[in-house]
């Protein structure tokens, strides 16, 4: 307990000047270290030099085993928890790593909870085989009753490990649209775009078709413009040309085409195709107004009439 104490304050107060790693570990391994179990095992060996009835001798040894166990265990989940918090600090900026951390956290306490376990009931004389026969026995009973649960814990482990869309992504499921919040064990909570928190299964989200906003490049941009049947063939055929250089004055779009797509009831449909070379939805938003207005403003000067129904001009929306 004096090296404990020691440990603490006098390599604590050096551990906060330095950038070293070793000094703040040990730090944090001391201040988990408990009294009670410390003095359980240092009871244990100091006994060791009576002679003490066989009951107390197991009793003791019983004891000691015990608490020299859980010991380890605090300090192996302190040891993870350090390492991953380390980690983490180093990959704030990727949330795929940040998600993948989180679960391998979890999993090595886990693991090493349960070998650190058994290896205390062999200690204790407790027959560990015949134990882990019996909970393969009943955790395939078990298994078998909890499908759609152990589905789900395995999705979640598809989804830190292939990695479909990570924390902070934007992704579409079905008629849903929102922003992963976490990735739990059973269940993928999203922020939809009105503000309410959607809540998928991972089993269920792994077998839907996903589309995931969040690792767009460019956005491709179809616009469909219509103008009036009686505008003149000659100025139809120069349409496209000064739609392209209305998309080419813009920042951020690559223009791809401009045709005359169609001859209907309701009017000559033209067809521009661009690109918005970056993903994010406001940016594209403001070009395709930035467009538009354009457009009309041409169509004005060149005394082009729009046809007269509401769907002179619209978009169908980016790809």
Not at 49 to 75: C, K, T, V
Not at 278 to 301: S, T
């Amino acid at each position: 307990m004096l090296i404990r104490w020691t440990t603490v304050r006098r390599l604590g107060e050096i551990a906060k000047r330095t950038e070293t790693l070793i000094d703040d570990f040990t730090v944090v391994i001391a201040r988990r270290t408990r009294p009670v179990l410390v003095c359980a095992v240092a009871l244990h060996l100091g006994a060791s030099a009576l002679d003490l009835p066989a009951r107390a001798e197991r009793i003791l040894e019983a004891i000691s085993i015990i608490a020299l166990f859980l010991q380890l265990i605090l300090w192996s989940a302190l040891a993870i928890d350090f390492w991953i918090d380390q980690r983490q600090r180093r990959s704030e900026s990727d949330p795929a790593s940040a998600t993948t951390l989180s679960a391998l956290k979890f999993l090595g306490k886990l693991v090493l909870g349960a070998v650190l376990g058994l290896v205390a009931l062999d200690s204790l004389g407790v027959q560990v085989t015949t134990l882990i026969a019996g909970l393969g026995v009943g955790g395939l009973a078990i298994a078998l009753a909890t499908q759609n649960i152990l589905a789900d814990l395995f999705g979640s482990l598809t989804i830190l490990i292939d990695k479909p869309f990570v924390l902070g992504d934007t992704i579409r499921v079905d008629d849903l649209i929102g922003s992963v919040e976490e990735v739990g064990l059973k269940t993928t909570r999203v922020r939809s775009l009105s503000g309410e928190q959607l809540i998928f299964s991972n089993g269920d989200l792994l077998k839907s078709r996903l589309r995931n906003y969040g690792r767009m490049k460019e956005r491709r941009v179809p616009l469909s413009l219509k103008v009036a049947l009686a505008t003149p063939p000659q100025e139809l055929a120069a349409i496209p040309a000064r739609l392209q250089s209305i998309v080419e004055r813009e920042d951020d779009v690559r223009f791809d085409r401009a045709h005359v797509k169609a001859i209907g009831l309701l009017g000559i449909e033209l067809e521009v195709i661009y690109y918005v070379t970056k993903p994010e939805y406001l940016l594209h938003m403001d070009r395709q107004q930035a467009i538009l207005l354009a457009a009309l403003e041409d169509f004005a000067a060149h005394g082009i009439n729009l046809p007269s129904t509401p769907t002179a001009l619209s978009s169908e929306g980016s790809e």
